[in-house]
């Protein structure tokens, strides 16, 4: 059975800058697409940004293209979600997940206040 655990949140002023890692284990990583997800409250869950196996590809969500980057280390079987100029609304529990087998983390909370 395989396990993401992600870190790396917490509180950060606007225009801050955080982040994210998320650890896989108990599958073949370097082999998967993966991709971080947001839900923020009475929000529906939001699909942010995506990546390849190889890591050759990303893909992100229209709210936080130009701000985010996602990225990869197969060697370190790591998912990373650098979040730049980070606003209020960027406010949410954050989750990694490879969507083949429907692994999820338990989720890191990113607050956006000042």
């Known amino acids: 059975q395989g396990q993401l655990v992600e870190s790396g949140g917490g509180l950060v002023q606007p225009g801050g800058s955080l982040r994210l890692s998320c650890a896989a284990s108990?599958?073949?990583?370097?082999?998967?697409?993966m991709s971080w997800y947001r839900k923020a409250p009475e929000k529906e869950r939001e699909l942010v940004a995506t990546?390849?196996?190889?890591?050759?590809?990303?893909t992100y969500a229209d709210s936080v293209k130009g701000r985010f980057t996602i990225s990869r280390e197969n060697a370190k079987n790591t998912v990373y979600l650098q979040m730049n100029s980070l606003k209020p609304k960027d406010t949410a529990v954050y989750y990694c997940?490879?969507?083949?087998?429907?692994?999820w983390g338990q989720g890191t909370q990113v607050t956006v206040s000042s």
């Open positions: 997940r490879c969507q083949v087998y429907n692994y």
């Open positions: 990546i390849t196996s190889t890591g050759r590809t990303t």
């Open positions: 108990g599958f073949t990583f370097s082999v998967r697409s």
